[in-house]
């Protein structure tokens, strides 16, 4: 299939710019979420995050709408607008998460089966994150296995919680026990608030991107961190949008106070972990700047992480703006800051052949 792309205005560079936090949904998950939608009790975030797109006739939900579900012309068409020369896909929020464990493990095969197909169509264009249905780790831990088999997929995303449940609890470990076995990232994407957390945030509007889902990823991160996951499985690799949901800018705090609180033996859950929570997260960790254009705190996130550890994304459709691309190429970077940023760091995260 031949594309014939808009001349671009950014100058020529020596890297493709590879974005790494991009979704997409297959129509028949709107479909079932239509269903979930429809059933009284909906949870509140869903209803908040996913209702409200599907809903409304505002123009920015039904551009997000017409792009979720497009995987070919007008997807590629925005790439070449912007300047993207790959996005790296991955199922929107809340995937299968927010479905009954029978309806989320029978759809997910299929939505990474259509993932692969869009991936064969444009394959200069589109990799992609193997989809789970944590809801069963053990049929997590086989898709994983066979996307990797039969598509080589070599990346996983989880929209943070499941319901209200936290990988840090020990039965979803055999997601991390696949995933370090087989080298493939896990990406761990937002998700709306679970109910038990909704309350203030909702009633101040602030339950959303805004700040809500920086929030609870980063606490879902953290749980994953304090509970020792990374002790279990050392050589297990996690992603972080967002400038890492905030993380890396509270780790002196982190370390001073998970050592305080180790030592104070207060709760059950803070057992000593083998290393400092900064540790696992320049160690364990990779961050996209998704939905974060800005300067100082990129540089920050890379004086932290290294710049080996810091990787472009978008966050299309929801934060379709060409603009940030020129604004990120404007940061002072070195010219090889830069080309790890856009291109070499996720060829090497997410094991691209391009
Ligand atoms: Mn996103």
Known sequence: MTHSPQKLDLPTRPYRRIATEEAFSPPEMLEIYRKILAKDNV???FKNLMGFYMSSPSERAQ????????????RIAHMDASGIDIQVLAL??????????ETAVSFIPNANDELAAAIKRHPTRFAGMVALAPQDP????KELQRCADLYGMRSAVINSHTQGEYLSDKKFWPIFEAAEALNMPIYLHPNSLPAQMIDPFIEAGLDGAIYGFGVETGLHALRIITSGVFDQFPNLKMVLGHMGEALPFWAYRLDYMHNATVRSKRYEAIQPTKRKPSE??????YITNSGVAWGPALQFTQAFMGTDRVLYAMDYPYQYLP???DMLERVDMTPEVKRQFFQDNAVKVFDLKI
């Open 43 to 45: 949870d509140v975030g």
């Open 63 to 74: 551009h997000i709408m017409r792009c979720l579900v497009d995987l070919d012309e007008l």
């Open 92 to 101: 929107t929020s809340p995937g299968a998460q927010i479905m009954d464990r």
């Open 138 to 141: 053990a049929a997590s831990a």
């Open 280 to 285: 696992y997260l320049k160690e364990n960790f």
């Open 323 to 325: 603009e940030e691309v």
